[in-house]
């Protein structure tokens, strides 16, 4: 036993409880603690219980603690009633404060003294009251002055009150000839204006009932406003009350009447980002974190959930504090173990607070959590936050989810056209194994298996990149007669979905049978196997895709220009006409190296035996199809084909970047020496 002894030379504040005398109350106190010669304790945590005795040496009516207190210098500070709660029959009397430090005996008792102003407490001077006091409050005697006959006989004289009603024109209401006679006789008969009644108000012959209601009846009928549930046994009808209507259903009836397969309703959760959290030890302030829980309508419900470790769960509280600052109690010193992992209120009930409250509120705001552990040495650390969340039950009238498999309709065609009014219609195809989603203007469709492949050809590149929108450029395989041939498509180029069907490498020469290459050649031939890098013709293994196709794209690199584009309508005539040529004048765009875009016309023109050119394109700059040196790039573009003796073939020349061709008596390959690469892309 360790000898103590202490003072409070700032009186216990018990003086500040408040005149309410239906709420508990909480008084500061303040003490030094001492040893046995005079000085001050060691500072450190100390285990403290008070009490308020009925006398210096009398009976305890209120006991506290023992609570864990930091007492520094020997001073310590408290706040009485705060952990058991204190009322005003604790302090009828005068009372003696004792203090018990640990297991040591109780220190002497200190009589408790009044604040000096809450003396004044004592006198009621300036109240302001509405409703405050009620008769149940006023001694009977205090009226007894008030309510003598002989004091009210002045203002119940009957003269006086006919004088009063002749003024104020209710004379004529306290004549008895004033009033119906119906007033005087009390006659049915003497009523004015008798309602009409059906017959049977006078009969009450059931019969005589307007609108007579339908009995059930054996095997017939179940009645007026019943409906049929099943039959009975012995042959009757099993009758229920009413029908179901839309405007009956409830609104969160959706999964009652789609068996449990779709639903409004929805947990919309929002979890902390930050955790896990240390939780501080020996700390009032504890570990502290905030989220914003969005706007999800009106809720259905609000929940909690918490999961956090501690060495000792019983000396750790967990508040939870709502947008407005309100604070709900989780959990309080309370419980054994190392473990609080809950969902409040559905598995656990809350201490303080009801989360009820907010069932058909928005819980939109911030929501802030207060984890504190009473226990264990300042900067320690022994527990963690694991994980906490605020899940908000909402009913929406925005969003339906399905609860098991959702299937979309199956069908080989459109069930309806695509137009801006069915935006979003969605159904299944089987045949061609994809569902397609309308986007105001046409269905959109998306594979549900992989297309290109060889157990999947598809007809274009085109086709693979609409079905399957993240497809990158590569190897596809597509139709081809009545197999399929292998090509690239170039899924990122001016849009994607190009077939490419010539490629001249840097390294080769660029023609076919010595000739430059030309329309008639690279769709009649296949110049082996393409491989990656080489040059190759796929136009006869690819002739379905380049007929049903309607855009030529032609591309030159050069390796310190970049690469330009030539993209333009494909001309149909060039492929099946045995005859002379000439198309009107087309629009071409050529995109340069560096995105931009030039617009042009020009006319192309075609003949068995002769060149095919093109009038120039107007601009005089870029890409040019040409089949002799006369088609300059100053010629007019609406101006008539000009045959020569050169047979039929399509050269392209890229003016931009410098190149130039010798016709002399036959062409010279100049795109080796330039280093440059060509290709021809459909789609």
């Not at 002894?5 to 003490?31: C, E, I, M, R, Y």
């Not at 298996?449 to 990158?472: F, R, W, Y």
């Not at 290459?517 to 082996?528: C, M, R």
Request: charged fraction near 15%; include cysteine.
């Amino acid at each position: 036993m360790r000898p103590y002894s202490w003072l409070t030379p700032l009186a216990a504040a018990l003086a500040s409880f408040t005149a309410v005398p239906a709420l508990a109350a909480v008084a500061g106190v303040q003490g030094l603690v001492t040893t046995a010669g005079g000085g001050p304790v060691a500072d450190g945590t100390y285990g403290l219980t008070f009490s308020l005795l009925d006398g210096p040496a009398g009976k305890a009516v209120f006991s506290e603690g023992p609570i864990l207190l930091e007492v520094k210098g020997g001073v310590f500070h408290h706040a009485l009633g705060s952990k058991t709660p204190l009322g005003p029959a604790e302090l009828a009397a005068d009372r003696w404060l004792q203090l018990q430090i640990g297991l040591d005996p109780a220190l002497p008792a200190v009589p408790v003294r009044s604040v000096l102003l809450a003396v004044r407490a004592t006198v009621a001077e300036g109240l302001l009251c509405s409703g405050c006091l009620t008769a149940a409050h006023l001694d009977p005697a205090v009226l007894k002055d008030y309510a003598k006959t002989a004091d009210l006989a002045p203002f119940a004289k009957t003269a006086d009150l006919q004088v009063f009603a002749q003024k104020v024109g209710l004379a004529d209401y306290v004549k008895a000839a004033a009033l119906a006679k119906v007033a005087a006789s009390g006659s049915y008969k003497d009523l004015k204006d008798v309602p009409q009644f059906a017959d049977v108000a006078t009969s009450g012959s059931y019969l005589d009932l307007a609108n007579l209601p339908i009995m059930a009846k054996l095997g017939s009928a179940c009645g007026t406003n019943l409906v049929m549930r099943g039959i009975k046994a012995d042959g009757s009808y099993d009758c229920t009350a009413g029908g179901v209507t839309a405007d009956t259903l409830p609104k969160d009836g959706l999964d009652e009447i789609s068996n449990g397969l779709l639903t409004n309703q929805f947990k919309e959760v929002t979890a902390s980002a930050k955790t896990p959290l240390d939780i501080p030890d020996n700390s009032g302030a504890g570990v502290t974190d905030a989220i914003t829980v969005p706007d999800h309508g009106t809720a259905q419900g609000v929940l909690v959930a918490v999961d956090l470790i501690n060495s000792d769960i019983s000396k750790v509280k967990v508040s939870v504090f709502d947008p407005d600052g309100l604070e709900y109690v989780l959990h309080e010193l309370s419980g054994s173990g190392n473990t609080i992992k809950s969902v409040w209120p559905t598995t656990t009930k809350l201490v303080k607070g009801d989360l009820g409250t907010w069932t058909g509120m928005n819980a939109k705001g911030i929501w802030s959590i207060k984890v504190a552990d009473s226990a264990g040495f300042q900067g320690g650390k022994d527990g963690k936050l694991t994980s906490w969340s605020v899940t908000v039950l909402t009913l929406s009238n925005k969003k339906v989810a399905a609860t098991a498999g959702f299937q979309l309709g199956n069908a080989d065609t459109a069930p309806v056209p695509c137009a801006t009014s069915t935006f979003g219609m969605m159904y299944a195809s089987p045949i061609d194994k994809a569902f397609y989603v309308c986007n105001g203007k046409e269905y959109m469709s998306f594979s549900l298996v992989p297309v290109g492949t060889l157990d999947n050809p598809a007809s274009s590149c085109k086709e693979i990149l609409t079905k399957a929108p993240a497809s990158k450029d590569g190897w596809y395989w597509l139709k081809a007669g009545a197999g399929s041939a292998q090509a690239w498509c170039d899924m990122t180029t001016q849009g994607g979905g190009w077939t490419q069907v010539v490629r001249c490498a840097v390294s080769d020469n660029c023609f076919v049978g010595g000739k430059f290459l030309y329309v008639q050649d690279w769709l009649a031939a296949d110049l082996g196997t393409p491989v990656v890098g080489d040059s190759y013709i796929q136009g006869k293994s690819l002739d379905a895709t380049v007929n049903a196709a309607n855009e030529m794209l032609v591309t030159v690199s050069h390796p310190s220009n970049g690469t330009g584009h030539l993209q333009y309508p494909l001309v149909k005539g060039w492929f099946s006409s045995t005859g002379f040529f000439e198309s009107a004048p087309l629009a071409l765009t050529r995109i340069a190296a560096n995105g931009s875009k030039a617009n042009y016309s020009a006319r192309l023109c075609f003949a068995p035996t002769n060149t095919i050119r093109v009038r120039t394109l107007q601009g005089g700059v870029g890409f040019t199809l040409l089949g002799n040196t006369s088609d300059s790039p100053g010629s007019t573009a609406n101006g008539a084909c000009d045959y020569g003796s050169w047979g039929s073939q399509i050269l392209i020349r890229d003016y931009s970047n410098g190149l130039t061709a010798n016709w002399g008596a036959g062409p010279v390959n100049e795109w080796k020496s330039q280093s440059h690469e060509h290709r021809i892309l459909v789609r």
